[in-house]
């Protein structure tokens, strides 16, 4: 599977952005999809994960209210809605596709580019 991740930019706090995650390669509607994120000097952290059929979805605690995930498999997408942007949100966000756990990182197989998000308070 192959990941394109988009829809970074910069935001002023309070504003929205959606990122986008487009998939290629083999069956994604057989994967699970995750976003993640990652600061400098910090681990890469679980933000928000779906699983492969749909109905099954975790969220970080710290943006559960604020983002969305949604994933469209005839599309090949895995969407993050992220509204009520805040500083501390501002990291360089990583989509993915697995088979096994939804919130750990090691689970997944494949991952995107990385786009990045930036919070200007």
């Known amino acids: 599977v192959q990941l394109q991740a988009s829809g970074g930019g910069l935001v002023q706090a309070g504003g929205s952005l959606r990122l986008s995650c487009a998939a290629s390669?083999?069956?994604?509607?057989?994967?699970?999809g995750g976003w993640f994120r990652q600061t400098p000097g910090k681990e890469r952290e679980f933000v928000a994960g779906?699983?492969?059929?749909?109905?099954?979805?975790f969220y970080a605690d710290s943006v559960k209210g604020r983002f969305t995930i949604s994933r469209d498999n005839a599309k090949n997408t895995v969407d993050l809605q992220m509204n009520s942007l805040k500083s501390e949100d501002t990291a360089v966000y990583y989509c993915?596709?697995?088979?096994?756990?939804?919130?750990?990182?090691?689970?997944?197989?494949?991952w995107g580019q990385g786009t990045l998000v930036t919070v200007s308070s």
């Open positions: 993915a596709a697995g088979r096994a756990d939804i919130i750990k990182p090691s689970a997944y197989d494949f």
């Open positions: 779906i699983g492969w059929s749909g109905p099954i979805i």
């Open positions: 390669g083999r069956t994604f509607s057989r994967y699970n």
